[in-house]
């Protein structure tokens, strides 16, 4: 697939249709990597990407409890001394 370089302002780049822009996941940032001979792009992954907003939501709905105590009843604390 040939893709001719376009005039942006001052600089150039390359336009993506929407087909490959959707097939290969690319969104609003692409991670550029140069090897040897080639330049790669790659979505952008943020893979903890809105993690805050569910632990609010987990807090607030009381849903952040913890599954297994900490602490168990049957340790042994003295044998690690």
Do not use: C, H
């Not at 290969?24 to 080639?38: A, F, G, H, R, S």
């Amino acid at each position: 697939m040939d893709i001719p370089i376009i005039s942006i302002g001052n600089s150039k780049g390359i336009r993506l249709s929407k087909t490959l822009l959707e097939k290969y996941n690319l969104k609003d940032k692409v991670e550029l990597i140069l090897e040897q001979d080639y330049i790669i792009l790659k979505p952008k992954s943020e893979p903890r990407s809105g993690w805050d907003q569910a632990f609010q939501s987990m807090r607030q709905s009381g849903d952040d409890a913890l599954l297994i105590d900490d602490v168990f009843e049957d340790d042994a604390l003295e044998e690690w001394n």
